[in-house]
């Protein structure tokens, strides 16, 4: 991400909006992130030190020192830097340090006097470590960040790092954010993964349109305003972005008064991070191919639910809504470590719902005892006229009107 110093935005009708590189801007743009990419490519073997000073060169030619800084930064994240030699650096030191006090004085320049003094220090611990003396003296600070040499880099087109960089603006405007409102229609399992990832608290509730609100904070948030968890939101967007239906809010603090940041899921930024797979089993990808094939009123839906566990949530594999309202859960439990069971039956318990279906592999060895509500055991697949059976037993009509649903936790 940017630092603090690199974020380019402004304020305007009570809204904080980045300056993002635009579609126009785009092509004078994407030669300065070639040209940097150039740099980094032609720098293999130099310390970071020495790459900066070549991109310093590079961004003198011009008055956008911030943009050019910004998308410099990006790029040091995708390369690797490595201290020159495997040495334990501080007792190297020490050794010359130890040496160099009974030979005092040792000097910069050598001359008649001190050259013998000189040789006497670095030469016998160069030859331990078998280098040169010039080898050593050049290196003898190698495991500071500086002085590390530049020793691989991930591939990166001047396309990616411009869509990096419009993200790590936006990322950077949430540095300052006391709170973030999620408006989340679809992807819950994905989302709920980031925000435990980014060790945020949430607050939801449910939409009466559909899906979920949920307000972000941190633990110091419940006492008092703070900005603390500020880097842990932006941490968080790449992640909300990868999902396909949701709207964000941001309360930033800014120098003229608390401002809002808003985005959705037509804002045209591209997270770098990995999307989940939509199965998390062959198992579950079967079981989802062969239901959609069979004649029935019931309509399947990939984890379209959350349910509240009072600090935590759980996500049903499986969603089903019936034409007529009725609506059940399916979650499957499949071939898992006998730890994974039991967290997983822990979470079921909780629950307690009667509509939530648990199909459960034969080879696990459980008992229906273990488990609250209805249950189906299936041997090597999940058969669709099994579940066909029990969502027309516990298939419930959700109850209109009444309070929103409220949980709140530290995922």
Not at 340 to 357: M, N, Q, V, W
Request: aromatic share 10%.
């Amino acid at each position: 991400m940017l630092t603090s110093d690199l974020i380019r935005y402004k304020v305007t009708d009570g809204e904080v909006v980045p300056a993002y590189i635009t579609r126009r801007e785009s092509s004078r743009y994407l030669r300065v992130g070639e040209d940097l990419i150039r740099i980094y490519r032609s720098s293999f073997g130099l310390t970071k030190g020495e790459i900066r000073r070549r991109l310093e060169d590079y961004e003198s030619t011009s008055t956008e020192y911030r943009v050019f800084r910004g998308l410099s930064k990006l790029l040091e994240e995708k390369a690797t830097f490595s201290p020159p030699h495997q040495w334990n650096y501080p007792q190297i030191r020490e050794k010359v340090f130890s040496k160099a006090a009974k030979a005092y004085p040792i000097v910069t320049q050598p001359d008649l006097l001190y050259q013998t003094r000189r040789e006497e220090v670095l030469e016998p611990i160069a030859e331990d470590l078998g280098v040169a003396t010039q080898e050593l003296e050049d290196d003898l600070y190698g495991d500071l960040p500086e002085n590390h040499i530049l020793v691989d880099m991930e591939k990166v087109t001047p396309e990616e790092l411009l869509r990096r960089y419009n993200l790590a603006l936006a990322q950077g405007i949430l540095y300052r954010a006391l709170r973030m409102r999620v408006e989340l229609f679809s992807d819950y399992k994905s989302v709920f993964r980031y925000i435990k990832l980014a060790r945020l608290i949430y607050l939801m509730e449910r939409n009466p349109k559909g899906g979920y609100f949920i307000t972000l904070t941190g633990p110091a948030s419940l006492l008092r305003h703070t900005q603390k968890y500020g880097v842990n939101m932006a941490c968080f967007l790449p992640g909300l972005l990868l999902a396909s239906r949701w709207r964000m809010w941001a309360d930033i603090s800014t120098r003229a008064g608390l401002k809002v940041f808003s985005l959705d899921q037509e804002c045209g930024l591209h997270s770098h991070y990995h999307p989940e797979r939509l199965f998390d089993s062959k198992l579950e990808e079967t079981f989802a191919r062969r239901f959609q094939k069979i004649s029935t009123q019931w309509m399947l839906k990939r984890e379209g639910e959350v349910i509240d566990l009072g600090g935590k949530v759980f996500i049903p594999d499986f969603t089903f809504t019936h034409q007529d309202g009725r609506k059940a859960s399916l979650e499957i439990v499949g071939f898992w470590t006998p730890e994974y069971l039991e967290k997983k039956l822990e979470k079921l318990r909780t629950a307690g719902r009667a509509d939530l279906i648990v199909a459960v592999n034969q080879t696990l060895n459980c008992s229906p005892d273990g488990f609250s509500g209805p249950v189906i055991f299936f041997k090597y697949a999940l058969q669709p006229s099994a579940v066909l059976e029990k969502l027309e037993e516990v298939g419930r009509i959700p109850a209109e009107g009444g309070n929103p649903q409220f949980c709140r936790g530290l995922n």
